[in-house]
């Protein structure tokens, strides 16, 4: 069984204690540093400027929603934006789900 075992580890006893705060707790702290600045932090930023660009929506801007629609806001309301996506054609979105202002001009024809 000495092939499982190296008889000089199995001889080596006990050995220097390990402090338990640098053993577990400091490598914990590590990986939580990691994930807020890799992932936490950029995700709130974007949660911030999502929420003050749909915020500052305002008629005549040109807007992307999340399904792919491209159109023109018409009439802004508490909870619901009014879309031109085509001449005569409008459709009514959640205001949360404007994803991107688009610059003037994208929109032809509308």
Request: proline share 5%; net charge positive.
């Amino acid at each position: 069984m000495d092939f499982f075992i190296p008889t000089a580890m199995a001889q080596a006893a006990g050995g220097a204690a390990q402090n338990p705060l640098t053993s577990m707790v400091l490598p914990m702290l590590a990986i939580f540093a990691v994930f807020y600045f890799f992932l936490i932090r950029p995700q709130n930023k974007r949660a911030k400027e999502h929420r003050d660009m749909v915020g500052k929506l305002a008629t005549g801007d040109e807007v992307v929603t999340n399904g792919g629609l491209l159109g023109r806001v018409t009439e802004v309301g508490d909870t619901f934006v009014t879309l031109e996506v085509a001449k005569g054609v409008e459709v009514k979105v959640q205001r949360v789900q404007v994803q991107q202002l688009m610059p003037k001009g994208t929109v032809k024809g509308v």
